[in-house]
Each structure stands twice: as C-alpha cells, then as structure tokens.
C-alpha cells in the first residue's frame, strides 16, 4: 500500500484482520446489548454478521478441502487451519462445518463424509433414484464400525462410561447393540446416545445446578428416554445445564469430575460419529467448549487490544530493572503465597452475564450488594466530603428489599464468608469461601471481596475440577481446540441440531415420501399428515426418537432430514395394529386406519414402546 507522497504504509495484511476481528466482536456484543434493550437505540453500529464473509476466500478455503489428494496427503495450508480459527466471520458456518469434520478426525473419515454428502445432495435434488449413475466412479469403503452389546438396565449410564473409555481413542464409529434384542446399527445407537443423554440430565446425578426453593422453569411431566418422569427428576431449565460449584477436595466431586470426564468423551464421539444428542447445555457452558489453546474464546480474543499500560509493562519487564522488579514480585508472592495459585485454563471468561444466566436467584441477590458496593464507591470518590461524613453515609448504607420499604443494614442479614448450595442433592451444607469464613460477617466495608468470592466460586473455583475433567476426556477423542472455529449456538447445533422441532403441514408433504401403497393423495397419508401437524413440542420429540432414533431434527429442519422420511402401508394392519419403524432407514409402517383419532391413539402408543425387535 503506497501513500500519497509515496511512502509505503506499514498496514499489513495482519492489522487488517486485526482490524476485522475487533469490528466482528463489537458488532456481536453490540447485538447482544440490543437483544437485552429492543426498544433503545444503543447504537448506530449495524454491521449483519453476513456482511465480514468474504466469498473469495471461501471459496479457495472449499477447493483446498475438497481435493482428496490434498487431504490424503495432509498438504492443507496453513493459511486455512490459521483463518477458520482465528476469523472465523470470513466464513459461513457450512465452510467451517466442513473444515471442521475434513480435518478433525483423520483423512479416511474426510474422503468418506465428502462422499456421503454428494450422496445426500445429489438424492435431495433428484428424489430417491440410484445414487450413483456412474458404475465405473471410484469410491473409498465405508469406515469401520465396531458393535458393542449393552444390557437395557437402570445401571446403563456405568455401562456406558465403561464403552467409551475403551472407545475414546479408537477411529472406527461405535454402533451399538441391546442384549436381547435383535435390532442392529443406527437406531440401537442412536437410542443408546438419547437414553444417556436422559440419564446425564437426572437431578440426583448431582452434576448441574438446580434449586430446591425454585422451580426449575421447564419443569414438567416428560418422557426423554426412561419412561415418563414426574417433575423434578431432571434439571430441566430454560437456560440449559452448567455444573454444580462443589467443594473441590471432596469425595463426591472425586466422582461427578469422573463423569464430567466420561461426558467430555461422549460429546466428542457424538461429534466424531454424527450423533445428534438432545442434551440441552446452556450457552455458557457451551463457551467453555469454543476455547483456543490460550484458553481464550475467539469472541474475547477479539476484545483483546494492548492497552499502553500493557505496552509499557512489557517495556518494564524487558529494561535493565526487571531484576529489581522480579525480585519485588517474589517478595510479595512470599508474602500472600495465595495469588501465585495457578488459575484454571478457563478462568477469566465467564463474566455477570453469564453468571445471570445460568444462577439467576443468586445473581439477582449479587447484584443488589453490588448496587451497594457501587454507592459506597460514589460516596469514596465525592470530594466534597470530609472523611467523618464519608464514613457516617457509608455505614448509613442499606441493601434495598425487593418488597420495598426502608433499606436494611447489610450486617442484618447475618451472612458470612460461607456459600449455602442451592439443593441437598449435593451432598455439603456448606463452603467457606476464605479461612475462618464462618466467623467472618458480610458488611459493608468487605461486600466487595463477598461479591468476589462467591461469582469466582460459582464460575471458576467451585467448578475447576469438573471442566478439567471434562476437557480432559473431550481431547482423548479429538482436541477440543478445534472447536474454536465456531460460536457457542454453532457448537450447540452440531450437538443437539434443532432442539425444538417444528414443522407445518407443508413441510411435512414436501419432506415426506409415501411408498409402497400411499400416495399424497391417499386418505390414510393425509390423516398421517394432520396428526403431526397437530402434535404438540414433546409429541414431536418422540415421534422423532420413535423414527429415526433421535428426538432433534438436523439443522435445517424436516428438509435436511437424511435419509428422508419414508411412509409406507403396513401390509396386513388393520385398527387393532401398531405402526413399526425401521430407524437407520427412517421407514414407518403405517397401517391404514380408519380414522384420525385411531391412528393418534396407536402412533402415540408406538412412540412410548421401548426396545429393537423386528417387525
């Protein structure tokens, strides 16, 4: 780049990216504020994340990966493992979904995966014809897979860690088996991934947070795997699951961190062997996952711009002082040997807001000592006062009541340096949060270091072990920094697809294919058709999970569902009959009843059956 006076600028491609990320990140947290303030004006600033995708790079990115001897070969560029990570905005999320799976998990996986999604492709453009016209085209075999045999028991969740601990590592996709039953491949595996996706959800597993004294939101009657469960027996809440704070040298986090290890294992197997799980994570869990090596999310790596304070203490560090200053710093890490801790790889990244989310009864209360916190620093920083009236207003300081009425002094409350769990399955009444805690009463002149102390040890102390764990198992699989190229709702969609399918009667006659028997027209197809227009959100779910192993729908809804829905007329099936399935086919024998009601009747008794018999 040559200026006008023709001096070469010094703006490299580098600070333009630079330039790029910083934009991209103010542009995402600007949407989130606008989200949280619809009818404010909070800014001027509205740049579409659509707008930062470059379809030229895009499209290079696509013809690297799609070369089968560049990825036999592993002659990827560097350029393209470098800007999927770090910019992540000049890519749609299909490019960096296949960059993503032709990289992640070996070459072999790659060639086949490209293969199938022609496949895929080339059915949803043509309908259900030969895959393949060309018989001389070359064609790689299908990976490997290795059956396992699971009882169907109570105890299936230790069957369960036991499988993928002597999977993790292995390439080959994991099908499985139920003992006694005859059924075989992807509907047994995909049940087996939604009945321990059911089983990692029960509140006396003790992993997530929940209340006693609240109800959790979405708290109700449901049957995700095990039968229908009253209230209660899962965490069910509108944020999604983030781990339970627990004391960290205690025994039974010794045992939920072995199970956070086995879920770090499972989720990387789900994404390893495109398994759809409905495991309804919470966002702030989910940016945890997106972490690069230096443990940062790529949303806050682009908040990251060297302040002169940071520039001028690099300076220090490297001048002809740095002894004195090193020397400095031992003393004091001598003197207060609790800040030389080493912090946990993802300390520093959830913030309130996130802190809101996912422990909203305790925040809101956070949130009131803060408001406290804050006037007294307004009173510090008020020059006009004398340093007598200073301390009379700051002791006359109440914490306001949510009922209303005069504010109460915050030594009235009697709290102390010690954190009360929010439910007994837990298994600990209580944690101080500093030395001698329960002695030490919450006033106004430390709220500071409470507020500090409880949000540290709810977000990062009282969980460490647990996300240590789980990133630990994650990599055993395939590194979890790989995930880093995505946003947290991507990661969630990869996992979960559409957690809350829905569809209209539409969606159903252009997505569905009668066979063998019905036609669109037929009267038993449209009575078919009205009955799942008409389900409700958990009806849907377990129409999904009874034909095609998985309660979500892939991104995109009914019209990416592959292979698509198959609806045939069951031969011999009268009124008295039930509807059968052939889950890896996604085939539903349907008999042609004799009314809406009669098949809504027998259909939502199909869905509650458990068990692979043939049919």
């Known amino acids: 780049m040559v200026r006008s006076g023709g001096e070469r600028s010094t703006c490299s491609v580098e600070d333009v990216l630079q330039l790029l990320r910083l934009l991209y990140s103010i542009s995402i947290d600007l949407g989130h504020v606008r989200h949280r303030h619809e009818d404010e004006d909070v800014s001027h600033f509205r740049v579409t994340p659509e707008e930062f995708i470059s379809r030229k790079i895009t499209n290079k990115l696509v013809q690297q990966i799609q070369d089968p001897v560049v990825l036999a070969s592993h002659a990827v560029p560097e350029w393209a493992d470098s800007l999927s990570n770090k910019c992540l905005m000049l890519f749609p999320f299909e490019t960096r979904q296949l960059y993503f799976t032709c990289t992640a998990f070996g070459m072999s996986r790659a060639i086949v995966w490209l293969q199938n999604q022609r496949d895929a492709t080339l059915e949803r453009s043509r309908g259900p014809s030969p895959r393949r016209d060309d018989t001389h085209e070359y064609r790689v075999g299908r990976i490997k897979h290795e059956r396992v045999k699971v009882p169907r028991s109570c105890d299936m969740l230790s069957w369960a860690i036991n499988v993928m601990r002597f999977h993790a590592k292995r390439k080959s996709i994991l099908e499985i088996q139920f003992s006694g039953e005859e059924g075989t491949g992807l509907g047994p595996s995909l049940e087996f991934y939604a009945l321990i996706a059911a089983e990692l959800q029960r509140k006396s597993l003790a992993m997530w947070l929940c209340d006693d004294d609240f109800l959790d939101d979405r708290a109700r009657e449901v049957d995700i795997g095990q039968g229908v469960m009253p209230p209660g027996h899962y965490v069910q809440r509108s944020c999604g699951l983030f781990p339970a704070p627990l004391p960290q040298d205690s025994a039974i986090c010794d045992r939920i961190s072995n199970v956070f290890r086995f879920l770090g294992t499972f989720l990387a197997k789900c994404l390893q062997d495109n398994r759809l799980v409905d495991l309804p994570l919470s966002h702030p869990f989910l940016k945890l996952m997106c972490l690069d090596s230096s443990g940062r999310t790529i949303t806050e790596q682009y908040r990251d711009v060297e302040s002169p304070m940071s520039q001028s203490l690099l300076l220090l560090s490297s001048s002809s002082d740095s002894g004195l200053i090193t020397s400095q710093f031992e003393k004091e890490l001598l003197l207060e040997p609790q800040k030389c801790k080493v912090q946990a790889w993802f300390h520093g990244l959830l913030t309130h807001e996130d802190f809101e989310i996912v422990n909203p009864h305790r925040a809101k209360f956070i949130s009131h000592l803060q408001d406290l916190a804050n006037r007294k620093g307004a009173i510090l920083a008020d020059r006009s006062l004398s340093e007598k009236d200073r301390h009379n207003q700051i002791q006359s300081l109440g914490l306001e009541l949510a009922h209303g009425g005069s504010p109460v002094p915050l030594e009235d409350l009697g709290l102390t340096f010690r954190f009360n769990p929010s439910s007994r399955v837990y298994g600990y009444d209580h944690v101080d949060l500093k030395p001698g805690g329960e002695h030490e009463l919450v006033t106004v002149d430390n709220v500071e270091e409470f507020i500090e102390l409880v949000t540290d040890f709810c977000l990062h102390t009282g969980i460490r ?72 959100g958990d009806e849907r779910k377990a129409f999904l999970q009874f034909t095609t192993g998985c309660s979500s729908l892939p991104p995109g809804g009914l019209a990416n569902l592959y292979p698509r829905l198959a609806v045939v007329r069951k031969v011999d099936g009268n009124d008295g009959s039930y509807p059968s399935v052939n889950t890896c086919l996604h085939y539903l024998k349907l008999p042609d009843y004799s009314s809406e009601e009669i098949l809504r009747e027998k259909l939502h008794a199909a869905t509650a059956e458990k068990g692979f018999h043939l049919n």
């Open 465 to 536: 072990r647990q996300m240590e764990a789980f990133r630990s198992g994650f990599s055993e699989t395939f590194s979890m920094e790989k995930l880093q190229s995505f946003t947290p709702g991507e990661v969630q969609m990869m996992l979960s697809g559409d957690q809350a399918p829905q569809w209209v009667r539409e969606d159903i006659l252009n997505y569905t294919e009668p066979k063998l028997g019905y036609t669109r027209e037929s009267p038993g197809f449209q009575k078919f058709v009205n009955v799942l227009a008409s389900m409700t």
